[in-house]
């Protein structure tokens, strides 16, 4: 996983819908950035069901959520529609964004890793389960809380090497 404190790595890649999505684009808020095996598996189908449950709370937090997976734009379209999935999953079928977070696993798929992104697009939080899909939503919505207080309180900074957060 990466180092949190750093940079989180920019992309430009298709969603769903074939839409370009650069991460840089969604400074100014929270991004809740996951990483999923496969489109249409057990757990990852619990997963994005359960984030897509909790949207609006997520939103509420200040958080936008990004799901990525090394499948391509018609998985992710019938994925995203089979399950009325109401965010955006991003295609990465060259592994390229999946490499750069080191989430890629040796099966040639992603890693279950969640990244808590903060406004200035640093990474404050990462979260890795490979049991527990679910878990990451809680997981997220937990560390926004509290990452939303300490910033509130100016004590979360977004300079390279303030770790207090």
């Known amino acids: ?22 991460l840089a684009s969604l400074r100014g808020r929270w991004v809740v950035l996951y990483f999923y095996p496969k489109d249409e598996t057990k757990g990852c189908t619990a997963e994005a069901c359960t984030f897509r449950d909790n949207l609006q709370s997520l939103a509420e937090l200040g958080a936008e959520v990004v799901g ?21 999953l991003v295609a990465d079928p060259d592994k390229r964004i999946t490499k750069s977070y080191a989430a890629l696993g040796f099966l040639g798929v992603a890693r279950r890793v969640t990244y ?8 404050r939080d990462a979260n890795r389960s490979e049991v ?4 990451h939503v809680d997981h997220a919505k937990g560390r926004l809380r509290e990452l939303g207080g300490l910033a509130a309180a100016g004590r979360v900074s977004s300079r390279p090497f303030d770790r207090e957060a």
């Open 116 to 123: 808590l992104i903060d406004p200035a697009g640093r990474i």
């Open 1 to 22: 996983m990466l180092a949190i404190g750093g940079e989180a790595p920019d992309f430009a890649a298709p969603d769903q819908d074939g839409r370009e999505l650069r």
């Open 132 to 135: 527990d899909p679910k878990g």
């Open 68 to 88: 990525v997976s090394v499948q391509d734009v018609d998985s992710h379209r019938e994925f995203a529609a089979h399950h009325r999935l109401n965010f955006r």
